[in-house]
Every structure is written in structure tokens, then in C-alpha cells.
């Protein structure tokens, strides 16, 4: 139970500090925080918390395995989200 807890403190934390860097910037630059948080910090952490949650639910250890079907589905999500940052075009300032 204290690893879900740890894993979730760190999918957090991690969101603080992307919300707190993402302050103020062009939305260009947010989607590349994002998706870079997502990836890292969010992704492995939040699938290990749901993941052992639900097996610890229906006390069976191979539903655990829910976090090798969650981790890549919100790991491209960051991904998307990062290349959506990394492709978009700035805006120009119009007269």
C-alpha cells in the first residue's frame, strides 16, 4: 500500500512542478512541458498505482498486469501531446 501511495506522490508532484513551469508561457511551450511530464512522470507512475490498486482489489496478482496495457497508452498520449508542441506554429502577431 505505501508503494501505490509513493507512486501517486510522485504522478503529483510531478504535475506541481509542470504546472508551475508552464505558468505564463506561450501555449507552444506548455504542450512540450506537458507532454515531456506526462511521459516521465506521470505515465509509469499513474499506471503502477492503478495497476497494483485493481490487483489489489480483485486479489489476483496477474491483474497487475493492467500497467504494461496502461503505460503505453499514456505514454503516446504524452507523446502526442509533446509532438503537438513541437510542430505548432507560432502565432504572428497581426497589425
Not at 8 to 36: D, E, H
Amino acid at each position: 500500500m505505501a508503494a501505490i501511495m509513493i507512486a501517486l506522490a510522485i504522478a503529483i508532484l510531478g504535475s506541481v512542478v509542470a504546472l508551475n513551469f508552464s505558468k505564463g508561457k506561450s501555449k507552444k511551450r506548455k504542450y512540450i512541458i506537458w507532454g515531456i511530464t506526462i511521459m516521465v512522470a506521470i505515465a509509469p507512475f499513474l499506471s503502477f498505482s492503478i495497476g497494483l490498486t485493481y490487483a489489489w482489489i480483485v486479489r489476483d496478482g496477474w491483474a497487475g498486469m493492467l500497467m504494461f496495457v496502461l503505460f503505453p497508452i499514456i505514454f503516446f498520449l504524452g507523446l502526442i501531446v509533446l509532438l503537438i508542441g513541437v510542430f505548432k506554429e507560432k502565432r504572428r502577431e497581426s497589425m
